[in-house]
C-alpha cells in the first residue's frame, strides 16, 4: 500500500507537468497570433484539475487500506509498532474529516493542502484567462459558436464540480471505503 502511495505522487506530478506545460504553450500559441488556442486553456485546466483529483482518490484509497492494514498490525504485535498511517494523518491531511480532495481546513491544513490550493487556484486563474482571452475570438466566428462552447464548457464544469463535491467534500468515497474495511 505505500508503494501506491509514492505511485499517486507520481502521476500526480506528473499531470501537473503536463497540465502547465500544456497551458503555457497555448498561452503562447495564442498570444502568438493563433488566438483560437485560447479556447483550449480552460479545457486543459479542467482536464488537469479532474486528472489530479482522480490521482487524489487513488491517494485516498491506498491511505485507507495502508492504514487498516497497519492497525490489524499493530493490534497482533503492540500499538505504536507502525505509524505511517499516524503520521500521514498529521503531516499531510487526516482520513475520514470533511476536505476539499486532499484540503482540510482548521487543525487539519498543512503544506500539502496548502499546495493543493496553490496548484487548484493557478488551474482556476489559467481557466479563467484562458476564457477571457477566447471570448472574443470565439464571437468572431458567430455566435452559435460562442454558446455552444459556453454550454459545452458550462456543463462540463458543473458536473466535475457537483461529482466532485459528492465524492469528496461530501465524504462518499471516504464512507464506501470505511463500509469495506470496518466489517
Do not use: C
Request: net charge negative; glycine share 10%.
Amino acid at each position: 500500500m505505500r508503494g501506491m502511495t509514492r505511485y499517486y505522487h507520481e502521476r500526480f506530478f506528473s499531470d501537473v507537468r503536463f497540465t502547465t506545460v500544456a497551458l503555457l504553450a497555448l498561452f503562447l500559441v495564442g498570444w502568438w497570433k493563433v488566438e483560437e488556442a485560447f479556447l483550449l486553456v480552460p479545457v486543459v485546466a479542467l482536464f488537469g484539475a479532474t486528472m489530479t483529483a482522480f490521482d487524489a482518490s487513488y491517494l485516498l484509497f491506498a491511505r485507507h487500506y495502508a492504514a487498516r492494514l497497519e492497525s490489524d498490525l499493530n493490534a497482533a504485535v503492540g500499538e505504536g509498532t507502525l505509524l505511517a498511517a499516524r503520521v500521514e494523518d498529521t503531516y499531510l491531511f487526516p482520513l475520514n474529516q470533511r476536505k476539499v480532495v486532499v484540503l482540510a481546513f482548521g487543525s487539519g491544513f498543512t503544506w500539502f493542502g496548502f499546495m493543493t490550493l496553490l496548484i487548484t487556484s493557478v488551474g482556476l486563474a489559467a481557466f479563467l484567462f484562458g476564457l477571457a482571452l477566447g471570448l472574443p475570438v470565439l464571437n468572431d466566428h458567430g455566435s452559435w459558436w460562442a454558446v455552444s462552447y459556453l454550454i459545452f464548457l458550462g456543463v462540463t464544469t458543473v458536473g466535475a464540480l457537483g461529482v466532485g463535491v459528492w465524492w469528496f467534500v461530501g465524504g462518499e468515497g471516504e464512507r464506501r471505503l470505511s463500509s469495506v474495511l470496518d466489517t
